[in-house]
C-alpha cells in the first residue's frame, strides 16, 4: 500500500536531518549529535593547526588539505584560523587569509583565485531569528556566500549571510558586507557601499597618487 504522507512536504522536512536542513537553507538545530560530532572533529583539525610551529608548513598545509572541501596548489593561512565545519569552505588558487580569520560555513563558502584577506575578517554564513522565542528554541539558518576571483578583503570587515562578491572588488577595511556587491568595484563602509569602479588608470598607482616607478 502506497504511503499516503509521500508527497506531503511536512513531513518529508520532519524527516530531514539537521545537516540537510542546514545545507538546504531551512530552519535547524545545530546543536543534534551529527552536527555537533562534526564541530567537534573540525575543532580538533584547528586547534591542532594552530598549535603548530611557525615554521611546520607542510603539516600547516595537510590539515588545511583535510579541514576545506576544496583548496588550489597554492594557499597561505596564518593562524590563527576558526572555521565551523571546514567541509563547506572551497578556496581557489593563491588564496591568502591573515591572521583571525573566522568563517562560520554552515552553509557553502566559495572563494575564487587570488583572493587576499587581512587580519581579523570574519565571513558568517550562520544566523539566528530575530523574534527571540525562535531563538529560544534553538533555530538558526545559513545562507551562502560567495567571494569572486581577485578580491581583496580589508581588515575587521564582516561578510554577512547570502552575501556575493563581484570579481576584482576591493572591500574596504572595517566595512560590514550585508547585501551583493558587484565587481570591479572599491566598496567600503558600514552598511558596505560601492564607492567607485575600478578603472585601468589604477594600475598606474599603489597607494592613492603614489605611481609604481
Not at 18 to 39: H, I, T, V
Amino acid at each position: 500500500m502506497r504511503n499516503p504522507f509521500t508527497n506531503n512536504k511536512l513531513t518529508e522536512l520532519i524527516m530531514k536531518s539537521e545537516k540537510e536542513k542546514m545545507l538546504e537553507g531551512k530552519a535547524y538545530k545545530a546543536f543534534g549529535e551529527e552536527l555537533f560530532k562534526e564541530r567537534q572533529y573540525a575543532k580538533q583539525l584547528v586547534f591542532e593547526l594552530n598549535a603548530l610551529q611557525p615554521g611546520e608548513l607542510e603539516k600547516r598545509n595537510a590539515i588545511i588539505r583535510k579541514l576545506f572541501g576544496k583548496t588550489g596548489d597554492k594557499f597561505f593561512i596564518e593562524p590563527p584560523f576558526r572555521c565551523d565545519y571546514g567541509y563547506n569552505i572551497e578556496a581557489g588558487e593563491n588564496f591568502y587569509a591573515n591572521y583571525n580569520c573566522t568563517i562560520l560555513d554552515c552553509a557553502r563558502v566559495r572563494i575564487g583565485d587570488n583572493v587576499l584577506i587581512a587580519p581579523n575578517v570574519s565571513i558568517y554564513t550562520a544566523g539566528h531569528p530575530i523574534h527571540h522565542e525562535l531563538r529560544n528554541q534553538e533555530y538558526e539558518y545559513a545562507f551562502p556566500v560567495s567571494i569572486g576571483n581577485n578580491v581583496w578583503i580589508g581588515g575587521n570587515a564582516v561578510i554577512n549571510p547570502g552575501v556575493t562578491i563581484g570579481d576584482n572588488t576591493v572591500i574596504g577595511s572595517g566595512s560590514v558586507v550585508v547585501k551583493d556587491i558587484p565587481g570591479d568595484v572599491i566598496a567600503a563602509g558600514n552598511p558596505c557601499k560601492v564607492l567607485r569602479k575600478i578603472t585601468e588608470e589604477d594600475k598606474l598607482y599603489y597607494y592613492k597618487n603614489l605611481k609604481l616607478e
